[in-house]
């Protein structure tokens, strides 16, 4: 293992016209936070011809409001930006109870949003929150935009869609409906600092009845890519009680397909999901009751 990083050319273009000509160069890599990048380079191999920074492009930059409610997050804004935004946690707190888990501050102050997705792991925190979000990938090239779900970004372990010479641009997540709670558990070995074993999004929403409208499943580290549970999903419809909850928590568990690695054996992983599933949707039952007062 080398102490020492070693690239040819490190560049920091303002412009995207700039990024996108120098990202024609098949071997040089993105650099954004650089909490995995700088890792892969230094303790895995990975030797880029350039290390293009892309943190100066405004494109890339800051959380906006969309018209009609929602939010716009560019790739290059902060994990702990999202955590701490008062408009985050105003439209979607799931996202910032998500992100606020990974890592140490000091990873959260480096590491963004577009980072945490473009790595392609199957455990990324943010996943699971932006896949009960709906979030829409704006992705972009020299050739041009296109916008990707995010739930059809992963393809496969350390695998996106995107492709060369593409970049993450913005991260854009529509308003919630009135009448949804969220919630968002992940499991590790440690209170911080740990990759997930299982991560949980569970979003829910009420109607006038008061019975489940809509319900949202998405998991992390128990699948080749992180993903919505979609029989488990339509399992909550109705009017939630335990048994129904149950059911929904066990049809979770065997829409997983998990792995055994050094985190965690398959069996373990998939009796995790049961339990992590009955518990956030029991959360959300809680915060509907609480925010109906």
Sequence with gaps: ???????????????????????????????????????????????????????R?????????????????GATT????????????????VLSDAVGLIGSLQVRNRGTLGGNLSNGSPAADSAPALLVLDAQLELASAS????????????GPGKSVLEHGEILRRIRIPQPAPGTQSVYLKFGPR?????????????????????????????????????????????????LDEEQ?????????????PVDDIRGGRVYRAHLVKVLAARAIKEAITRHRTAKG
């Excluded at 990083?5 to 412009?15: G, K, M, N, V």
């Excluded at 492009?57 to 997050?73: F, P």
């Excluded at 909850?245 to 397909?257: G, N, Y």
């Design 1 to 55: 293992m080398s102490r020492f990083l070693t690239f040819e050319r490190y560049c920091a273009p303002e412009a995207e016209e700039e990024l996108f000509r120098l990202l024609r160069d098949g071997n040089a890599c993105v650099l954004a936070g650089g909490t995995d990048l700088l890792i892969a380079m230094r303790e895995k191999g990975l030797q880029p011809s350039c290390v293009v920074d892309i943190k």
């Design 57 to 73: 492009i405004t494109e890339l930059q800051g959380i906006q409001s969309l018209n009609g409610g929602g939010l716009s997050v």
């Design 78 to 93: 902060t994990l702990h930006e999202i955590e701490t935004s008062k408009l985050v946690r105003q439209v979607c707190p």
């Design 144 to 155: 041009g935009t296109r916008m990707v779900p995010v739930e059809t970004f992963f393809a």
């Design 191 to 239: 209170k911080a600092m740990d990759i997930a074993v299982v991560s949980i999004a569970v979003s829910l929403r009420w109607d006038s009845k008061g019975c489940c409208s809509d319900a949202r499943i998405a998991l992390g580290a128990v699948a080749p890519t992180p993903l919505r549970v979609k029989k488990a999903e339509a399992a909550l419809i109705g009017k």
């Design 245 to 257: 909850i149950q059911a929904a928590a066990a049809l979770a568990a065997a829409e997983t397909s």
